[in-house]
Nanobody, 115 residues
Framework: QVQLVESGGGLVQPGGSLRLSCAAR????????MSWYRQAPGKERELVAE????????DYADSVKGRFTSSRDNAKITVYLQMNSLKAEDTTVYYC????????WGQGTQVTVAS
Protein backbone atom coordinates (compact mmCIF):
# COMPACT_ATOMS: atom_id res chain seq x y z
CA GLN A 1 0.00 0.00 0.00
CA VAL A 2 1.11 3.55 -0.74
CA GLN A 3 0.12 6.72 1.07
CA LEU A 4 0.61 10.16 -0.43
CA VAL A 5 1.02 13.11 1.90
CA GLU A 6 0.62 16.55 0.38
CA SER A 7 1.61 19.88 1.82
CA GLY A 8 2.32 23.45 0.80
CA GLY A 9 -1.08 24.84 -0.13
CA GLY A 10 -2.38 28.12 1.19
CA LEU A 11 -3.41 31.66 0.37
CA VAL A 12 -1.29 33.78 -1.93
CA GLN A 13 -1.78 37.03 -3.81
CA PRO A 14 -2.01 37.10 -7.61
CA GLY A 15 1.47 36.95 -9.07
CA GLY A 16 2.79 35.14 -6.05
CA SER A 17 4.31 31.69 -5.67
CA LEU A 18 3.69 28.49 -3.77
CA ARG A 19 5.43 25.14 -3.71
CA LEU A 20 3.46 21.96 -3.18
CA SER A 21 5.05 18.75 -1.96
CA CYS A 22 3.84 15.18 -2.23
CA ALA A 23 5.68 12.53 -0.26
CA ALA A 24 5.02 8.84 -0.91
CA ARG A 25 5.11 6.41 1.99
CA UNK A 26 4.84 2.64 2.14
CA UNK A 27 5.46 0.30 -0.76
CA UNK A 28 6.97 2.92 -3.03
CA UNK A 29 9.37 0.85 -5.11
CA UNK A 30 6.71 0.17 -7.72
CA UNK A 31 5.94 3.83 -8.38
CA UNK A 32 7.02 4.97 -11.83
CA UNK A 33 4.93 8.07 -12.42
CA MET A 34 3.65 10.86 -10.23
CA SER A 35 1.30 13.61 -11.25
CA TRP A 36 -0.45 16.72 -10.04
CA TYR A 37 -4.13 17.26 -10.74
CA ARG A 38 -6.54 19.96 -9.72
CA GLN A 39 -10.30 20.04 -9.53
CA ALA A 40 -12.52 23.05 -9.18
CA PRO A 41 -16.09 22.65 -7.88
CA GLY A 42 -18.37 21.38 -10.61
CA LYS A 43 -15.53 20.70 -13.00
CA GLU A 44 -13.62 17.61 -14.04
CA ARG A 45 -10.27 16.84 -12.52
CA GLU A 46 -7.54 18.37 -14.67
CA LEU A 47 -4.02 17.06 -15.16
CA VAL A 48 -1.60 19.85 -14.27
CA ALA A 49 1.82 18.20 -14.43
CA GLU A 50 3.20 14.70 -14.75
CA UNK A 51 6.72 13.50 -14.08
CA UNK A 52 8.35 10.10 -14.41
CA UNK A 53 10.50 8.88 -11.55
CA UNK A 54 13.02 7.46 -13.99
CA UNK A 55 13.95 10.03 -16.59
CA UNK A 56 12.47 12.93 -14.70
CA UNK A 57 10.83 14.48 -17.74
CA UNK A 58 7.78 16.55 -16.88
CA ASP A 59 4.77 17.42 -19.01
CA TYR A 60 2.41 20.27 -18.29
CA ALA A 61 -1.08 21.44 -19.07
CA ASP A 62 -1.12 24.36 -21.49
CA SER A 63 -2.73 26.52 -18.82
CA VAL A 64 0.33 26.29 -16.56
CA LYS A 65 3.24 26.00 -19.00
CA GLY A 66 5.92 28.54 -18.26
CA ARG A 67 4.53 29.16 -14.76
CA PHE A 68 4.60 25.77 -13.02
CA THR A 69 7.55 23.43 -12.66
CA SER A 70 7.45 19.88 -11.36
CA SER A 71 10.51 18.17 -9.94
CA ARG A 72 11.23 15.04 -7.97
CA ASP A 73 13.56 13.78 -5.30
CA ASN A 74 13.82 10.05 -5.88
CA ALA A 75 15.67 9.46 -2.63
CA LYS A 76 12.76 10.94 -0.68
CA ILE A 77 10.09 9.63 -3.08
CA THR A 78 8.75 13.14 -3.18
CA VAL A 79 7.54 15.33 -6.00
CA TYR A 80 7.18 19.06 -5.95
CA LEU A 81 5.11 21.55 -7.86
CA GLN A 82 6.60 25.02 -7.95
CA MET A 83 3.85 27.43 -8.91
CA ASN A 84 4.86 30.93 -9.97
CA SER A 85 2.88 33.85 -11.37
CA LEU A 86 -0.25 32.48 -9.78
CA LYS A 87 -3.60 33.64 -11.07
CA ALA A 88 -7.06 33.68 -9.52
CA GLU A 89 -8.08 30.89 -11.87
CA ASP A 90 -5.45 28.64 -10.29
CA THR A 91 -7.56 28.61 -7.15
CA THR A 92 -8.74 25.10 -6.40
CA VAL A 93 -7.77 21.87 -4.66
CA TYR A 94 -4.60 20.20 -5.93
CA TYR A 95 -4.15 16.44 -5.75
CA CYS A 96 -1.11 14.25 -6.06
CA UNK A 97 -1.40 10.94 -7.91
CA UNK A 98 1.06 8.07 -8.06
CA UNK A 99 0.99 5.11 -10.40
CA UNK A 100 2.67 1.84 -9.58
CA UNK A 101 1.00 -1.53 -9.16
CA UNK A 102 -2.11 0.51 -8.47
CA UNK A 103 -3.23 4.10 -8.60
CA UNK A 104 -2.96 6.22 -5.47
CA TRP A 105 -4.26 9.70 -4.62
CA GLY A 106 -3.35 12.21 -1.97
CA GLN A 107 -5.89 13.95 0.23
CA GLY A 108 -5.67 17.22 -1.65
CA THR A 109 -4.36 20.63 -0.66
CA GLN A 110 -6.20 23.91 -1.14
CA VAL A 111 -4.57 26.69 -3.13
CA THR A 112 -6.27 30.07 -3.01
CA VAL A 113 -5.07 33.00 -5.11
CA ALA A 114 -6.73 36.23 -4.01
CA SER A 115 -5.90 39.81 -3.15
Amino acid sequence: QVQLVESGGGLVQPGGSLRLSCAARGFTSSIYRMSWYRQAPGKERELVAEITTGGGRADYADSVKGRFTSSRDNAKITVYLQMNSLKAEDTTVYYCRAVGRNEYWGQGTQVTVAS
